[in-house]
Nanobody
């Protein structure tokens, strides 16, 4: 069973930056898509960004121009660079992996808390 482990969350002031990491436990794990999602207090889990094997990326409108997703295949790690953070970005951030095109996300991490103070 593959495990995804997020790290890099924390408390940051508005306007600041953070980099989240998502590491897969299996060295041979090669998902088709890696995505980042977030759940703000009292809200549903929302899509944030994704990247596929061809390094094509997608972003939620709310983070376009501020967040950047990337992946390092050699390290089996995906990243989410977050800049110009604001209070609306406060949430638990989850990474997820989709094994096949058009499928559901098969694996999820436990999440990492990001809190933006205003």
């Amino acid at each position: 069973q593959v495990q995804l482990v997020e790290s890099g969350g924390g408390l940051v002031q508005a306007g600041g930056s953070l980099r989240l990491s998502c590491a897969a436990s299996a060295r041979t794990f090669r998902p088709y898509i890696v995505g980042w999602f977030r759940r703000a207090p009292g809200k549903e889990r929302d899509f944030v960004a994704s990247i596929n094997r061809s390094d094509n990326t997608r972003y939620a409108d709310s983070v376009k121009g501020r967040f950047t997703i990337s992946r390092d295949g050699a390290k089996n790690t995906a990243y989410l660079w977050m800049t110009s953070l604001n209070a609306d970005d406060t949430a638990v951030y989850y990474c997820a992996a989709q094994l096949r095109p058009g499928a559901e996300y098969d694996f999820w991490g436990q999440g990492t808390q990001v809190t933006v103070s205003s």
